[in-house]
Every structure is written in structure tokens, then in C-alpha cells.
């Protein structure tokens, strides 16, 4: 009788997500499987980086309008946002392995519906796919290291996970250069999306004898209207300030943003209501009251306003130096090699402790102020000064690569150990908001700079001050770092929990 229970036990313990009991017979192919869940969390940044060297191919082709192109970077920004937290219970729910695979035939299925897309909009509309599947694989892989690895290792993990955005940046715009550049099978910038789908089958392939089902002990269920007021609230922000310019601010868009603010009271209202009731929001009002978590998910609503450069330079170098697709691609590789380095060497610089992301963000800030300041002093329609371009590159790169690893810890470090989980999903979807809302923001900034038949001198002066709003906003995000540093984590004491 005794056996027969010990046997049930062992099989809970193994079907459940616990530091405690999954960490005291570590998996020994645990490296293996975490490999495998790495290309979940590699493929949705690589499809953020590889898209912006194929815009103007994309432009040509599809006949799409300046709104049109940033739909094809927010859309998928944007779903991939509101998803993650979703995608993340899912796999506490039924299982990381289940729904890691069920993300990435989704992920390859809406690739395919892009490298087919026949217009514009059908490409936005495989985009959006592709970031609601990606949010279901993305997450399995950071959930899975408390699952399968123990302390001493977590770290090497949780290096090599942050390493991989890096390793996305460097891969994406050149891989993309690359496709567009040799053509294959003349599928000119289609390539990008169809690669996807080879890659995805030997995942599987590998993924099916190798992963290890995991659930979390105690899966909260999902906040089913909570994620719907989260995107309608998203929706009516982004849509506007993207389609808006390009259709002369119409009545519609006005309204539209009129009703953010009330679709955001109504989602904070059954956040509240289901917190009282004991029920489990997609955001705790609970956990926002943790002091200096608000300035902590404002740094990292401007930390990413950097992935408007990646949009916004390639368009400056192919339409107004002229580069070709793979030499756009090629251009990115100091900034990529700089964001790989920057989480790998971060252990060196440890005499800067809570303030490293902060001096991360500052180096970050010094390299895009050079550029801007580079642009322009170069001479419109010429490509910059390739000493100078490779430096800079290289140290915003390496900035952001430094503040990375530290980022997350300094958000959910305000918060006690109870609501880290749902805090980290926030992070992440604020990260992924700050990608829609910059393109948006910065992006037409820069669209009505540059107006109708653009020519160099407007292309290069419009690049310029999109640089200095960037960099302006990660010196504002360094400057909030320092001021949560000097503080006390919360974790050291529990404090929130005896609140």
C-alpha cells in the first residue's frame, strides 16, 4: 500500500512544476531539452529583426503604404504582448511541452500564411498570427528553468536565455540580407517567413523524444475577460497612432483614442472585482502597489523604444545611402556582436551591482547620440564613416546587451515572492508594448518628417531625430534605474506579503 502511494507521489512530482521537488533528481538531459526550448524563445525576436531589412522589398512588391509597414512590425508586437502572460498560464495549465509544441506548428503555420500573403493586410494579418502563436511557445522556455534546472545551474541558464535576444539580433538582419540577396527559388523576401517552417519540423522532430512535460503545482485559471479589455484597450491605443497619419486623423481615430482610457477602467475594475473575490487577474492590483514597480515597468517601457532603430535604419540606408538588402543586413553585425557580448560579459562588471542596467542604458544612450550626431555630419546619400558607424554600433549594442540580464531582475524585485511569476509576464508585455508603441510613436515622427517622395537630405534629417528621441528616452530610463537602485528589494524581506 505504502509502495503504490510513493509511486503516485513520484508521479505528481514529476507531472508538476516545483522548486522543491523537480530540482532534487535533476533531468540528465536537461541541456538537451533546453536547447530545443531555446529555439521557441529564438524564433519570435529572429522574425522581429529579420522583417526589417525586407520592408522596402516588401513596399515594392505588395504596393504597401508607410502605415502598412509599421502594421507589419506592431501587429506582431502588439498580439505577441497582450498573449504572453496568457501563453505562459497555458503552459502551467496543460503543460509546457503540449503547448511549446502546439505554439510552434501554430508559429509555422501563420509563417507560411506570410511568405504567401498576396497583399498587404494578409501579411499583417499572418503577422498578428505569428505573434499570438509565438507567445504560447515563447514563454515554456523561461518557465521551464524552475522546473528543470537546480540553483546552482539556473544562472548559466537564465544567461544563455537572455544571450539569445542577442544572438536573434545578430542572425535576424543578416539572415534576412541574406535570403532577400540570393533569391532562392525567386522567392525574394518571402524566404524569410517560409525558412521558418523547415526549421519548426526539426524542432519537433527533436523536441518529441527529448521534452519533459511540466505543470505548475497549483495553475491559477485564466482571466479569459481580463486578456479580452487588455487587447481592445491595446487595440484602440496603437491602431490610431499608426493608421491615423496616414488617413489624415479621421473622426475615427479620435474616437478610438478617446476610448482607451475607458476600456482601460473597465480592465482595471475586473482586475479589482477578481482579486476580491479570490479569483486570479491577469494583473494583481495587489502586486502594482509594490513601491517603485511602477518606475520599474516605466524603464522598460523605454528600454525597448530601441526597436524602432532597427525599422528605421534600414530604411535610411536603402532608400537614402541605397544599400543593398544583404549589405543592410550586414551593416546591423557590430550592433548584434555588442548585444550577444553585453549579457556574456555582465559577471565582469559587477562593481556596478543594481546599477549596471542603468549604466547600460546610459552606454546605450552615448551611442545613439553619436550616431545621430554622425548622420549629420555625413553628407545625404552617403553611407556614414565605416569607422565610426562600426563603433557605434557596437556600443549601443553592447549597452543594451548589458542592462538586459538586470532588467527583469529590477522589476521583479519590487515585488514579493508570491507575485513574481505574473510580474515577469507583465515585464515581458510591457517590453513587447513598448516595440507597438514606439514604432507607432517614433515611427510617424519619422513618416511625417520624410512626407511624400522623400529624398536623401529629408530621409537622413528624419533618421536624426528619431535617434535623439531614442536615445533621449533610455537616458530618461537610466536616470528612473538609479533612483530604484538606492532602493531596498522587496524580496529580501517579504514585504508585500505582510501588507
Not at 393 to 405: E, K, S, V
Not at 455 to 467: K, M, P, R, T
Request: aromatic letters at 10%.
Amino acid at each position: 500500500m505504502k509502495l503504490k502511494a510513493m509511486n503516485s507521489n513520484n508521479r505528481k512530482l514529476r507531472a508538476s512544476v516545483s522548486s522543491e521537488s523537480d530540482l532534487t533528481v535533476p533531468h540528465p538531459r536537461r541541456w538537451a531539452m533546453f536547447a530545443v526550448l531555446l529555439v521557441g524563445a529564438f524564433l519570435p525576436p529572429l522574425d522581429f529583426f529579420i522583417v526589417n531589412v525586407a520592408l522596402p522589398s516588401i513596399q515594392q512588391d505588395l504596393g504597401a503604404s508607410s502605415s502598412a509597414e509599421q502594421f507589419v512590425i506592431s501587429s506582431y508586437a502588439a498580439f505577441y504582448a497582450v498573449t504572453l502572460i496568457t501563453g505562459g498560464r497555458l503552459g502551467d495549465l496543460f503543460g509546457r511541452e503540449r503547448m511549446f509544441l502546439i505554439g510552434l506548428i501554430g508559429f509555422a503555420l501563420a509563417s507560411v500564411l506570410c511568405g504567401l500573403a498576396w497583399s498587404p493586410w494578409a501579411l499583417v494579418s499572418g503577422r498578428a498570427l505569428q505573434g499570438l502563436t509565438a507567445a504560447v511557445m515563447s514563454p515554456q522556455a523561461l518557465a521551464s528553468v524552475q522546473a528543470i534546472f537546480s540553483e546552482k545551474e539556473k544562472h548559466l541558464a537564465l544567461s544563455l536565455f537572455g544571450a539569445v535576444f542577442g544572438l536573434a539580433s545578430v542572425v535576424g538582419q543578416a539572415l534576412g540580407g541574406v535570403l532577400i540577396s540570393l533569391n532562392v527559388f525567386g522567392l525574394g523576401w518571402r524566404a524569410i517567413f517560409l525558412v521558418n517552417l523547415p526549421v519548426a519540423v526539426l524542432v519537433i522532430l527533436f523536441a518529441i523524444p527529448l521534452l519533459r512535460e511540466t505543470r505548475a503545482r497549483d495553475p491559477r485559471k485564466l482571466d479569459l475577460i481580463g486578456t479580452a479589455l487588455s487587447m481592445l484597450t491595446l487595440a484602440a491605443l496603437i491602431v490610431p497612432l499608426i493608421e491615423g497619419r496616414e488617413a489624415g486623423w479621421p473622426f475615427w481615430a479620435w474616437l478610438s483614442l478617446a476610448l482607451v482610457p475607458i476600456l482601460a477602467g473597465a480592465f482595471w475594475r475586473s482586475q479589482g472585482k477578481l482579486a476580491r473575490v479570490g479569483g486570479s487577474p491577469l494583473l494583481d492590483p495587489r502586486a502594482l502597489r509594490a513601491p517603485g514597480l511602477g518606475r520599474g515597468l516605466t524603464i522598460a517601457l523605454l528600454f525597448y523604444t530601441i526597436s524602432t532603430f532597427f525599422l528605421l535604419f534600414s530604411v535610411y540606408l536603402q532608400e537614402s545611402v541605397h544599400t543593398s538588402a544583404l549589405d543592410a543586413g550586414l551593416v546591423f553585425l557590430p550592433y548584434g556582436v555588442g548585444y550577444l557580448l553585453g549579457p556574456l560579459v555582465s559577471p565582469v562588471f559587477r562593481i556596478f551591482g543594481p546599477f549596471l542596467t542603468p549604466v547600460g542604458m546610459f552606454v546605450e544612450a552615448i551611442g545613439l547620440f553619436g550616431m545621430a550626431w554622425l548622420i549629420a555630419v555625413t553628407p545625404p546619400g552617403s553611407l556614414p564613416d565605416h569607422f565610426w558607424l562600426i563603433g557605434l554600433l557596437f556600443l549601443t549594442g553592447f549597452g543594451q546587451g548589458l542592462a538586459t540580464p538586470g532588467l527583469m531582475h529590477m522589476v521583479i524585485g519590487r515585488v514579493s515572492p508570491k507575485f513574481s511569476g505574473m510580474i515577469a509576464g507583465v515585464t515581458s508585455s510591457t517590453l513587447q508594448i513598448s516595440v507597438a508603441l514606439s514604432v507607432a510613436v517614433i515611427g510617424g515622427v519619422f513618416y511625417a518628417l520624410i512626407g511624400e517622395g522623400a529624398d536623401a537630405h529629408q530621409l537622413s534629417y528624419a533618421f536624426e531625430v528619431a535617434l535623439l528621441i531614442i536615445a533621449t528616452s533610455q537616458l530618461i530610463g537610466a536616470g528612473i534605474g538609479l533612483t530604484i537602485a538606492q532602493q531596498p528589494s522587496a524580496n529580501s524581506n517579504h514585504l508585500n506579503n505582510r501588507r
